[in-house]
């Protein structure tokens, strides 16, 4: 089991007065969201320090999928269990996801990085900036060639688009690179990442990507992405934030 390493020398160290990142994965069922979040902490476990916080419907298992594999001390793995749909989890109504990852980041102290894993959605799952600081949205291969070029938020907008389990395109019959090409021209330039497991390469990509918000979220430059308004949410503190819009925003800091 990786050990949580914190070092004032260590280039991804946490940043005194900065609160850690709040990662947002989302994405069909079947995915790969917990595989891929998985992958992260076992690349980025010694590095940085992390925490994850998993929401689904009525059950457990992402978080307890995730415990079973040792990426992280079990403790640092919660699950909520929200009792509506994942994208009203992660966008309409955040405040258990929220609470689950603040609690988190005051119980470990200083946290580098909290990943957030929405249960399985459709094409239009986003997360609030409320919850999340920079998102991944992704989808799989299996899922059909076609799903890039259909778009949606979570296509279009997410900071950062995965292709997943590309090595299994030549056996369900679809052509990885021209997906992927189909999802760069539909997101307009942002990044896009063909993944696959059994290849170190794409894992290191997804690992550096991350690195680098990171950095930018320390560095204060790093903007939240929000595909539209931002939802009313309660923090632990009990001060609750109600938007009318994206851009009457607030520092979530």
């Known amino acids: 089991m990786p050990e949580q390493q914190n070092t004032d020398t260590a280039p991804a160290t946490a940043s005194e007065g900065r609160r850690a990142m709040r990662l947002g994965v989302a994405g069909p069922v079947g995915t790969g969201?917990?595989?891929?979040?998985?992958?992260?902490?076992?690349?980025?476990?010694?590095?940085?320090?992390?925490?994850?916080?998993?929401?689904?419907?009525?059950?457990?298992?992402d978080a307890r999928l995730l415990r079973a594999a040792g990426v992280l001390p079990v403790?640092?793995?919660q699950a909520v269990e929200t009792g509506a749909c994942p994208h009203t989890a992660i966008r309409d109504d955040v405040t258990p996801t929220l609470l689950a990852v603040e609690d988190m980041e005051a119980e470990f102290a200083p946290l580098d990085l909290v990943v957030v894993e929405s249960g399985g959605d459709n094409l239009t799952a986003?997360?609030?900036?409320?919850?999340?600081?920079?998102?991944?949205?992704?989808?799989?291969?299996?899922?059909?060639?076609?799903?890039?070029r259909k778009g949606g938020p979570g296509i279009e907008r997410a900071d950062l688009l995965v292709v997943n389990k590309t090595d299994l395109a030549p056996h369900v019959g679809v052509d990885a690179e021209r997906m992927v090409a189909d999802a760069k021209e539909?997101?307009?330039?942002?990044?896009?990442?063909?993944?696959?497991?059994?290849?170190?390469?794409?894992?290191?990509?997804?690992?550096?990507?991350?690195?680098?918000?990171?950095?930018?979220?320390?560095?204060?430059?790093?903007?939240?992405?929000?595909?539209?308004?931002?939802?009313?949410?309660?923090?632990?503190?009990?001060?609750?934030?109600?938007?009318?819009?994206?851009?009457h925003g607030h520092e979530h800091g």
């Not at 979040?37 to 476990?45: S, V």
């Not at 986003?126 to 890039?148: H, K, R, Y």
């Not at 979220?217 to 609750?240: E, K, Q």
């Open 75 to 77: 403790e640092r793995i």
């Open 126 to 148: 986003t997360f609030s900036p409320a919850l999340a600081d920079a998102q991944i949205f992704c989808l799989d291969v299996a899922g059909g060639g076609d799903v890039a």
């Open 186 to 247: 539909s997101r307009g330039g942002l990044p896009v990442l063909a993944l696959s497991q059994q290849d170190d390469v794409s894992v290191k990509a997804l690992a550096s990507w991350v690195l680098r918000v990171l950095d930018d979220h320390r560095a204060g430059i790093h903007v939240p992405r929000d595909p539209g308004p931002m939802a009313p949410h309660t923090h632990a503190d009990g001060t609750t934030h109600t938007h009318e819009g994206a851009d």
């Open 33 to 61: 969201k917990s595989t891929l979040i998985a992958t992260l902490c076992r690349e980025l476990a010694e590095q940085v320090s992390m925490a994850v916080v998993t929401n689904d419907i009525y059950t457990d298992e």
